[in-house]
């Protein structure tokens, strides 16, 4: 039996060779990368769109999206969810691309891009330190109204005084009048 011996030399002996990283090296580097990709579950990315899902559309743009991540290989990363236990979490990029082909097929509504707004001016910022602080005090002084322990009303006595305090200064500061105090029937 004659057995013939392939002596070309194989591609990757031809190649010069790299020296590999250290995995700390690498770690570094990926660290120091300025994109970060957000991850989220199927569920939560779903929640953030002002929709009433249906159980098909549900299935119907989870299965593409776990179709489309195994096909691009990409890793098996997994949370835990309260109500539906472990479950894999995919690149928001990834889920987007996959909504919006799908919201364009089925009607869904299209994603809005919020931006947090900015408070380069201090006069808004101020203003929306005001508004926060009011909505606060409203939230604060409904628990005093239901609370029966002595201690947890005056903690919340003293956060709603402070608050209070800092809505006369914030208003003062912007030159705005007091707002008129509501009688107590």
């Not at 995995?23 to 991850?39: G, R």
């Not at 098909?56 to 290989?73: C, H, M, N, P």
């Not at 949370?79 to 236990?85: F, P, Q, V």
Request: proline share 8%; aromatic share 6%.
């Amino acid at each position: 039996m004659n057995s013939k011996r392939n002596t070309t030399p194989s591609p990757a002996s031809t190649t010069p060779h790299r020296t590999q990283a250290a995995p700390e090296q690498e770690f570094e580097q990926l660290s120091q990368q300025e994109t970060i990709v957000e991850h989220l579950t199927i569920p939560g990315f779903l929640r953030r769109i002002p929709h009433k899902w249906h159980i098909d559309e549900i299935t119907r743009f989870g299965d593409k999206v776990g179709r489309a991540a195994e096909s691009l290989q990409l890793s098996y990363l997994t949370t835990i969810d309260r109500s539906l236990g472990v479950i894999r979490i995919f690149p928001v990029p990834l889920l987007q691309r996959i909504y919006q082909i799908f919201a364009s097929q089925f009607g869904w509504p299209q994603i809005i891009e919020i931006e947090p707004p900015t408070l380069d001016d201090p006069r808004r910022a101020q203003q929306e330190m005001l508004r926060s602080n009011e909505r606060l005090m409203k939230h604060m002084r409904a628990l005093l109204a239901i609370t029966e322990n002595v201690e947890v009303q005056n903690s919340i006595a003293v956060v709603v005084q402070w608050l209070d305090h800092d809505c006369q200064r914030i208003r003062k500061e912007l030159g705005m009048p007091e707002p008129a105090q509501e009688v107590a029937a």
